[in-house]
């Protein structure tokens, strides 16, 4: 008999798919343009194990630029992962989300999104647990803030402009100041702008006050796919150990210096 | 006085992106199925690190005619001059068919000392291209290192740069299982990357689920359900790398595949990225 047994590998499993459509459970953008409901919505049932590492994935076929929260517990439900950011332009478009964050077993999954229409269909979500097994991340957090995300009047990112001169980093721009201690680092870049080019950007978050900014993590690249016409990427996790009171910023630099195609918006998600 | 210091954090550092904004410094193919020759990355890594992420970016590389595909592999080496060594072998990166960037980023903690000289090299189906590679290299701060030392890419063909196909079955049912490759090392984590395999300028968006199993053929368990992935129209998937996701697979276990489309069968690889 081997002393290797299957079930020490970590186990998988999923929440929120439909597998007669191959798809995820979508939401709607709710209440007013640009705002979340007061409360989150009953999504569905997580595995009946504990899991410390979850993929998200949202795929949006249409009304670019929604902010989406997942909540468990009992109502109300609180949020564990809060303003995860999809945009689309063409084509539907696939944002994957990895994070080391613990869910209990056998949760209630709960979720609300915000988009720039009221009341329209935002991405299909779906989230894929796993236990660890042996570890891939060396701890897990228990909750997921963003960074640098617009909620207030626009669903988007932080803008930055990394000017008319390529290749050249912009000047630094704040994302936020970390709520509590942060373990991991996820960064994205999005753009639904739907320009007929091709650039190519890196990206660098600082952390520091204004002025006296650190690199932390060094031109992370980022693309645009020129069928589907939209930047869409988070590098990451990256483990990190950033006390509450971090000042997180970005920076920019492309290879076009082409007004309306080298802007894009900037969003990180800290796990704590 | 912070009993918090930043130089505790994890430290990074990136390479080959110094001299072009599309991260990566150029990487060339030769012939057809062909390891192009060395491009250097960093002369020496600048401290010990356990954290690696390699990206590859498809920036420039325009292929003429519909119908086209483009495969390359990237191998990472290490060591110096004429004494180099894969220490990560044949990561997948689909080129455009069209102008058009396609941006690959793995995660694959491996330990590599301080000093190290890092290079890349690639080979295409298409051959006489050119990859961009860069590498974010990081120090762990207060967490202990992943430990991981060894990289394993299964389903690869060196011959023809390509994996082998598992077309997915239509709505609501999966397709065969497929092997994927039998473990060579203990396997304590893997990727899962979709290799888009849309030769065809008419091939529709497809929403896919893949299943990841473990076994021999005809008894194989599902180690990782319904893995989405996309590709929309002729131009292949978003996002296709997934993971790492953990395991515990020892030496000889066999992994498959198998998967189901919103759109039909619709051709695609499956490459498993094991780190032991």
């Given amino acids: 008999m081997s002393d290797w047994s299957f079930e020490e590998s970590g186990k998988a499993g999923t929440a929120l798919s439909n597998y007669t459509l191959t798809a995820g459970t979508a939401m709607r953008a709710l209440a007013a343009t640009h705002t979340k409901a007061g409360s989150l919505s009953r999504l569905d049932m997580l595995p009946d194990f504990g899991s410390e590492l979850a993929l998200f994935t949202l795929n949006l076929s249409a009304q670019s630029g929604n902010l989406m929260d997942i909540g468990m517990g009992t109502m109300p439900a609180h949020i564990i992962v809060e303003n995860l950011l999809t945009v689309q332009f063409a084509s539907s478009s696939l944002q994957n989300y990895l994070f080391p964050v613990a869910f209990p077993a056998g949760q209630t999954l709960y979720g609300r999104n915000q988009g720039p229409t009221q009341g329209n269909l935002g991405p299909e979500v779906e989230v894929r647990v796993f236990s660890r097994g042996l570890a891939s991340f060396p701890i897990a957090g228990s909750i997921v803030r963003s960074y640098g995300v617009v909620t207030s009047a626009a669903t988007r990112g932080t803008a930055i402009d990394p000017g008319a001169v390529a290749n050249v980093k912009s000047a630094w721009v704040q994302l936020g100041i970390l709520t509590e201690r942060g373990i991991y680092i996820n960064a994205g870049c999005y753009s639904s702008a739907g320009v007929a080019d091709q650039p190519a950007w890196l990206l660098d978050i600082g952390i520091g006050p204004a002025g006296s900014e650190v690199v932390l993590l060094p031109n992370l690249p980022f693309s645009y796919q020129f069928n589907d016409r939209v930047v869409q990427h988070v590098h990451g996790p990256f483990p990190i150990n950033l006390p509450t009171g971090t000042r997180l910023a970005a920076r920019l630099q492309c290879d076009s210096g082409k007004a309306g195609s080298r802007e894009l918006d900037i969003a990180a998600f800290v796990t704590s | ?276």
Avoid at chain 2, 246 to 273: D, F, K
């Fill in chain 2, 1 to 276: 006085m912070s009993n918090w210091s930043l130089a505790d954090s994890s430290r990074y550092f990136s390479i080959g992106t110094a001299d072009y904004s599309s991260g990566g410094s150029v990487v060339a193919d030769r012939a057809v199925n062909v390891k192009g020759s060395l491009t250097e990355l960093t002369a020496a890594t600048p401290f010990d690190t356990d954290l690696c992420w390699v990206h590859l970016h498809s920036h420039g590389t325009i292929l003429s005619g519909s119908g086209t595909y483009n495969f390359a592999l990237v191998d990472i080496l290490a060591g110096p001059q004429n004494s180099e060594q894969v220490i990560i072998p044949n990561l997948p990166q689909r080129r455009g068919i069209q102008a058009g960037n396609i941006l690959h980023s793995y995660y694959l903690p491996l330990s590599i000392s301080q000093g190290t000289r890092l290079t890349a090299r690639s080979q295409s189906s298409f051959g006489n291209q050119t990859t961009r590679v860069s590498m974010t290299l990081g120090a762990n701060g207060l967490a202990p290192g992943s430990g991981y030392t060894k990289v394993v890419t299964y389903n690869i063909n060196e011959a023809t740069s390509r994996p082998t196909n598992i077309v997915t079955a239509g709505l609501g049912s999966k397709g065969a299982w497929v092997q994927v490759g039998v473990t060579t090392s203990v396997t304590r984590a893997f990727l899962v990357v979709r290799w888009g395999w849309n030769n065809s300028s008419t091939l529709a968006s497809a929403d896919l689920f893949y299943d990841i199993g473990i076994g021999p053929s005809g008894s194989e368990r599902i180690l990782i359900p319904d893995l989405h992935h996309t590709t929309i129209g002729a131009n292949g998937a978003c996002n296709p790398v997934l993971g790492p996701f953990p395991a515990n697979l020892p030496v000889g276990t066999r992994i498959a595949a198998r998967g189901q489309g919103s759109s039909g069968t619709v051709p695609g690889g499956i490459v498993v990225i094991g780190l032991a």
